[in-house]
């Protein structure tokens, strides 16, 4: 059976896009050439800051909705706990 990840993007003008795919890297691909969603054609993708696996698309659906049901600032939190401090986003590295 396939796995299933649910992710969330770093976008243009430090906006986040969450989704799912059974291929994270293949995906961010096709939004960053143009073949994605229709946000990320509005809003480049710079870089995938998180994904968590699921054991099917139910499951990787039902977590979709609730992230996307999260505040940008509470999704950046859910990013940064996962990442531990070492790691920052491109919108972060560009903060004083």
Same mark, same amino acid.
């Given at each position: ?5 649910l992710y +969330? ?8 896009? @969450?989704? +799912?795919? @059974? ?5 961010? *691909?096709? /939004?960053?050439?143009? @073949?994605?969603?229709?946000? @990320?054609?509005?809003?480049? #993708? ?7 696996? /699921?054991?099917?698309? *139910?499951s990787a659906?039902? &977590?979709?909705?609730?992230?996307? *049901? ?5 999704? %950046? &939190? ?6 531990? #401090?070492? %790691?920052?986003? #491109? *919108?972060?590295?560009? %903060? #004083?």
């Open positions: 059976m396939k796995r299933w990840y +969330i993007l770093e976008c243009e003008g430090e906006r986040l896009y @969450t989704g +799912i795919s @059974t291929d994270v890297e293949s995906r961010f *691909a096709a /939004h960053v050439k143009g @073949t994605g969603a229709k946000f @990320t054609r509005a809003f480049k #993708p710079l870089a995938i800051l998180y994904r968590e696996e /699921h054991s099917d698309r *139910a659906s039902a &977590a979709e909705a609730r992230i996307k *049901a999260l505040s940008a600032a509470e999704k %950046r &939190a859910l990013v940064a706990a996962a990442q531990g #401090p070492a %790691r920052k986003s #491109p *919108a972060q590295r560009k %903060r #004083p």
